[in-house]
């Protein structure tokens, strides 16, 4: 898969996995990730998929409508370069939070659902349910930090309720940020992911 890979100063740290939403490229979140935690590791990467030439990491059918037999696929994908990443370029596989705005962040949620050691921990912004009616494996312990929009016109607020009750069931340590915004990325809500960052992992 395309993607950024940024050796940060602090090898410690976790490796900062940013996932773009639709339309976006790796280039979109990698300010985001300074302000996260400037001292990590960043690897960005691109979503294999396009829809009328705009990048994503999954097919759907319509708005809000996914392609659930893509999404399995794309998801086993991202998870196995994930696995080679970490061999290519040098980090702690289980080290890895993925930063995802809403396409990336559906994905990124997707890993969570499928493959109980993919990610060490998620802040999600503006994502919904990947699937629903599967058995999610054991995140015991798993930190995941949502944020949403109360006027999101995109991805409804049951969406996200439904989403943190589905990870929290699973043994996630989920927390919710509401914002009366629309989709869109605001200041405010990556403000409020870095403090929670720092907090959960950097203390």
Same mark, same amino acid.
């Given at each position: 898969m395309k993607?950024?890979?940024?050796q940060?100063a602090n ?5 900062l996995?940013l996932?773009h ?13 300074g302000m996260?935690?400037p001292?990590?590791?960043v690897?960005s990467? #691109?979503?294999?998929v396009l829809?009328n ?5 999954f097919?759907?059918?319509?708005e ?27 980090f702690?596989r %289980?080290n890895?939070v993925?930063?995802g705005y809403?396409n ?5 949620? %997707?890993l969570?659902? $499928?493959?109980?050691?993919?990610l #060490?921990?998620?802040i999600?912004? $503006?994502?919904?349910?990947p699937?629903?009616g ?6 015991n312990g798993v930190p ?7 006027n999101?016109?995109i991805?409804p ?9 589905l ?5 996630a340590?989920?927390?919710v $940020? ?5 989709h %869109?990325?605001t #200041? ?5 992911a870095?403090?929670?960052?720092? #907090?959960?992992?950097t203390?």
């Amino acid at each position: 898969m395309k993607h950024i890979f940024k050796q940060g100063a602090n090898p410690s740290k976790p490796i900062l996995l940013l996932l773009h939403g639709t339309g976006g490229t790796e280039q979109d979140l990698v300010p985001l990730a300074g302000m996260i935690d400037p001292e990590a590791s960043v690897l960005s990467v #691109r979503g294999n998929v396009l829809e009328n030439g705009m990048p994503r990491f999954f097919r759907r059918l319509s708005e809000g409508v996914f392609d659930e037999e893509d999404l399995v696929f794309r998801t086993n994908e991202l998870n196995a370069f994930l696995d080679e990443a970490a061999e290519e370029h040098g980090f702690d596989r %289980s080290n890895i939070v993925a930063i995802g705005y809403s396409n990336g962040a559906n994905i990124a949620a %997707s890993l969570l659902f $499928h493959y109980a050691d993919s990610l #060490r921990g998620a802040i999600l912004h $503006h994502p919904m349910v990947p699937r629903r009616g599967i058995e999610l494996p054991d995140l015991n312990g798993v930190p995941v930090f949502i944020t949403a929009g109360k006027n999101d016109p995109i991805c409804p607020a049951q969406e996200t309720i439904d989403l943190e009750e589905l990870l929290a069931d699973a043994g996630a340590k989920t927390e919710v $940020h509401w914002e009366m915004n629309g989709h %869109s990325l605001t #200041r405010t809500e990556v403000e409020a992911a870095a403090e929670w960052y720092q #907090r959960t992992f950097t203390e």
